[in-house]
């Protein structure tokens, strides 16, 4: 195989933020992998919450460059094994992982839905998020974007007003995500409020290790509660098992396709609801999501409508959250 790191900076279309951070640009890194004419795609971006950095991504796969270019890919869950004998950060991991599964479905002629057995007849409709913001521009954000489903990020001092002001203005769907700035107490007695205001679920509202916050939430929140920092890796799959009523994973912070694969077989071995979410990917993180579809309850996966431009051809979202999914095989991505 061959190597080749392409690093972004993507623009957002609106400064995008959340109750521990703002911005108004992502940095992302592309691996491309190729073998026998073919290329795959995959993408990982940076994270000042995990402290991850696009250099530091590149400065990792220049040092293995050798050992991979070497290997003799035949399933990206072998390729997937011999990468974490590298000791990779698991962001690192999702842009070889990922790019490794384009590759194979690109090699064997075929979607990665369809080589892992599912079709795309049914599948979740993605959100669209509405990041932390005056209410008046994210009142704008919604009447910009008429969608069937939003993510509405809070974490202010006064979150259930937000929503109750946003309300006025659409019949969609909300869900709701404070992304860890929320007591348990606060969650308790937002919930029936936000239930009443049509919200379908509350996104980690918790500190990640809260557990024992969480167990009064589990018990007493009139509204489903999704994990999301609290599940990260594969072993957090078990651990949410008593505490939450679903988990939503990342591709990045987990390691790819591969891992998260892994964690949806757990996850519906313990009865959770399963979501995939994104971060502010391109078309190219979401095309990978987008294989997983037929195996989810929800996904989150707009990072590439948030953006001003696009680096990359895919999966296509329409305006009623229906998903085209290319002719090319593996994920479909081709960079512009």
Request: glycine content about 8%.
């Amino acid at each position: 195989m061959q190597i080749a790191l392409k690093k972004y900076t993507l623009q957002l279309a609106h400064t995008f933020t959340i109750s521990r951070e703002s911005r108004d640009e992502q940095d992302t890194l592309v691996v491309c992998l190729s073998l026998d004419g073919k290329t795959g795609y995959g993408e990982a971006t940076s994270n000042p919450y995990y402290k991850i950095t696009i250099e530091g991504m590149m400065a990792e796969i220049e040092a293995v460059r050798h050992q991979i270019e070497a290997y003799e890919l035949d399933t990206p869950e072998n390729f997937y094994t011999f990468l974490e004998s590298l000791d990779l950060h698991k962001f690192t991991l999702c842009a070889l992982d990922l790019a490794a599964n384009d590759l194979y479905g690109k090699l064997k002629g075929k979607p990665l839905y369809e080589i892992w057995g599912t079709t795309t007849d049914k599948y979740p409709k993605t959100n669209y998020t509405i990041g932390i913001d005056t209410i008046e521009k994210m009142v704008a954000k919604l009447q910009e974007k008429p969608w069937p489903l939003y993510k509405i990020k809070l974490g202010t001092s006064d979150d259930v007003a937000i929503v109750r002001e946003l309300r006025k203005h659409t019949d969609s769907i909300f869900r709701i995500d404070a992304n860890t700035a929320w007591t348990a107490e606060e969650t308790i007695k937002n919930a029936p409020l936000l239930k009443e205001l049509g919200v379908e679920f509350l996104e980690q509202p918790l500190k990640a290790d809260d557990w024992e916050g969480m167990a009064l939430v589990k018990e007493q929140s009139v509204l489903p509660v999704i994990a999301d920092e609290s599940c990260i890796i594969e072993s957090d799959v078990e651990q949410c098992g008593p505490y939450f009523h679903g988990i939503n994973i990342k591709l990045t912070k987990c390691g790819g396709l591969t891992p998260a694969r892994r964690m949806i077989k757990k996850g519906r071995e313990l009865g959770l609801q399963l979501m995939v979410g994104c971060m502010t990917e391109s078309t190219v993180g979401i095309s990978a999501i987008a294989q997983l579809l037929p195996q989810l309850d929800y996904v989150d996966m707009d990072g590439a409508m948030l953006l001003k431009g696009d680096i990359a051809k895919g999966v296509e979202i329409l305006e009623n959250g229906k998903v085209i999914f290319p002719e090319l095989p593996g994920s479909g991505i081709e960079l512009l």
